[in-house]
């Protein structure tokens, strides 16, 4: 393994003989230790982030899963296709992904951040209970599927793009936004957005009058307290992306938030 | 989630005792008939196919399934290749697991009765630790017949059809998993990657590949039922575990169908044949079909020739409508199709690279067959895709 990790300081020669061939950033060669995933599985991939004490680069990455799962306090960028459950249980680490996640990004963690510069697979953010999620592109199906949140923790999870269907299924707290920059002409949300949603908020950037929200949710244009809390999310999104904060909150944005008289009862039955 | 996938012990017996090569790694064959043993599922699917009918070796389906490795347990992989027999393509190739010599004579002279067998040959493997207790494995090129067809009254797809279901029921220690024309299904106990280099696939020259890592939910890992799983040119592989399974089952039996393999998947593909080759149905009315859309989807729509299309289907084959996580991947002459499941229970992605379409369960393995590979997208819930290799180039 020894051969996919180097270090300033150490095999210099070596090191400077692979960094020839491998364009990666000054600032990144002498702050961090950068792992290449290529011939790595995911527990040696793994292994070697937890063991390492600074920021850590992986490159090549293809596929391997639950990277960086429980960590924290550690600042790791990733180049290439992190695999499924990345960040799982994630808990107060930060995650860069230079391209797409894949399934369950986020999935049940705790504190953190995962900014993903590209689009992400289902599933994100499933069971999250708090930090932030950040993706510049779109989401697949069931995006914070049972998120929750629980005294000081409040996840948040904001999407550039589009959602797929079953966005925030049995949500029961936390916020999901979901802008829908670059839709060109796509619907913003797929089918069934809210099933079983018991707590919580979804925040949509559109009319969503062609949207069906079932009976237990009650979905209504944002109002001026609304936009103040919306503010805090697309803030530090758009200093993020390098997005205009002004243009990205100058749409409509509609607000979906369980109904509490009329609370959910079933979903699949009826089919 | 094992519930609704049940087979009959004497069933087992009958035809398993027989023909079980291997159910573990160890290489024990203590037979656990469903119930018995409870596996948590898993499961890799990837494809490729060139719109241009290019030939591409089997070697870079098989890279997919690297990255996927752990969606697999060891228990079966396999793949099909479409164009890869251009010098017998007006027969039909037979790809049959034996358990011993006897039964493979037996089996030859059972052919011979029906069919002009114009080459026998074994399919050439290599001796790799990974992959052992395999059966003896033969290929056949076959044209049935004329007599028997006139005398049967029968079309010549049919024919063969009903020639597989024949064998893979009653001749005991005979399986017949490959049966279409220029294709050929190649699959074994073990990770895929491995099953690719024990059947040398390297060497085989295809227009579009699908590959299967298995992880098998309710039944054993066998030899039959490692996917993809065939009949004629039709093969499928398959993500996930229909819920539907018996309702299925027993809807697609009553026209002749026998569902003999231990497996969910083996319905999918006798209900694709049922729908496109029998039924005449198109792959988009096949597709809704097994992946209906919701009563309350249909209601919605805006096209009212739509709806009244997707409601005439659906009340055609409700018994067809097939329930629970599935990612599926059809091949067939000249094409592919993806599909997930109305609910997109399973994961499945699509990527494009000049005259390659590119399909799998997760991205990294597209990136793995094209690092460059561009507008990766995640099709629906129950909504089709269809890659065709333009006409005349296959």
Wanted: proline share 4%.
């Amino acid at each position: 393994m020894l051969e996919n990790v180097y270090r300033k300081g150490e095999n210099t020669a070596f090191a400077v003989f692979l960094l020839k061939f491998v364009e990666i950033p000054w600032e990144v060669r002498y702050n961090s230790m950068v792992i290449d995933a290529g011939s790595l599985d995911f527990r040696a991939l793994n292994d070697t982030l937890r063991k390492a004490e600074e920021d850590c680069r992986v490159v090549g990455c293809r596929g391997q899963r639950f990277i960086a799962a429980g960590m924290a306090e550690k600042n790791i960028t990733i180049d290439g296709i992190p695999g499924n459950a990345l960040g799982a249980y994630l808990n107060g680490a930060h995650i860069t992904v230079n391209g797409n996640g894949q399934d369950a990004v986020g999935d049940t963690m705790n504190e953190g951040t995962i900014i993903i510069h590209g689009s992400i697979g289902d599933a994100a953010g499933y069971a999250m209970r708090g930090g932030r999620i950040f993706v510049q592109g779109n989401a697949g199906y069931r995006a914070g599927i049972h998120m929750k949140a629980y005294k000081e923790k409040m996840p948040v999870m904001v999407i550039g793009g589009s959602a797929g269907s079953f966005l925030g299924e049995y949500q029961a707290g936390g916020v999901i936004v979901v802008l829908g920059l670059g839709l060109q002409g796509k619907k913003i949300v797929g089918y069934f957005p809210c099933t079983g949603m018991h707590g919580g908020k979804i925040f949509l950037r559109a009319h969503c009058g062609d949207v069906k929200f079932p009976d237990q949710v009650t979905a209504r244009p944002a109002k001026a307290a609304d936009m103040e809390e919306l503010q805090v999310y697309v803030r530090e999104y758009c200093g993020v992306f390098g997005y205009d904060m002004a243009t990205v909150l100058h749409a409509p944005f509609t607000v979906v938030t369980p109904d509490s008289k009329n609370p959910y009862k079933q979903m699949y039955v009826a089919n | 989630m094992s519930k609704g996938v049940h087979f009959h012990a004497d069933l087992l017996c009958m035809k398993m005792n027989s023909f079980i090569f291997q159910i573990s790694l160890k290489g024990k064959t203590n037979m656990k008939i469903e119930g018995q043993v409870r596996i948590p599922s898993g499961c890799a699917i990837a494809a490729v196919i060139s719109k241009e009918g290019n030939k591409m070796s089997g070697e870079l389906v098989a890279g997919a399934m690297k990255p996927m490795h752990d969606r697999s347990n060891g228990l079966g992989g396999g793949f099909a290749g479409y164009g890869i027999y251009p010098a017998y393509k007006d027969f039909y190739a037979l790809h049959v697991f034996f358990d011993q010599r006897a039964t493979r004579k037996d089996c030859e002279v059972f052919l011979k009765e029906r069919f002009e067998i114009v080459k026998s040959e074994i399919i050439p493997t290599r001796k790799i630790p990974a992959i052992i207790d395999e059966p003896i494995i033969w290929r056949y090129f076959v044209t049935p017949l004329q007599s028997v067809l006139a005398n049967l009254q029968l079309d010549e797809k049919e024919f063969v059809a009903r020639t597989v279901m024949k064998i893979n029921t009653e001749m005991r220690g005979a399986h017949v998993f490959s049966s279409g024309k220029n294709m050929g299904t190649f699959k074994a106990v073990g990770f895929p990657e491995d099953v690719a280099v024990f059947y040398k696939l390297e060497e085989y020259m295809g227009y579009s590949w699908t590959a299967h890592g298995r992880y098998p939910t309710n039944t054993p890992g066998w030899w039959g039922g490692a996917h993809p799983f065939t009949l004629l040119d039709y093969s499928i592989v398959h993500n996930g575990e229909i819920s539907s399974y018996d309702a299925n089952r027993r809807f697609i039996e009553m026209f002749g169908y026998k569902c003999t393999l231990q497996t969910d998947t083996e319905v999918i593909t006798y209900i694709l044949d049922f729908l496109v080759r029998i039924q005449g149905l198109t792959l988009e009315e096949a597709a809704s079909v097994i992946a209906a859309p919701f009563w309350s989807t249909i209601q919605d729509k805006t096209d009212p020739g739509e709806q009244e299309a997707y409601t005439y289907l659906r009340t055609l084959f409700p018994s067809l409508l097939i329930t629970g996580p599935f990612s599926i991947v059809l091949g067939y002459s000249g094409g592919l199709m993806a599909l997930n499941d109305r609910l997109k229970l399973r994961s499945m992605v699509v990527g494009e690279k000049d005259d390659r379409v590119f399909i799998a369960s997760e991205e990294a393995a597209i990136r793995a067959m094209e690092p460059d590979a561009a507008d990766i997208w995640a099709p629906a819930g129950g909504e089709p895709v269809i890659v065709k290799v333009k006409e005349g180039a296959y």
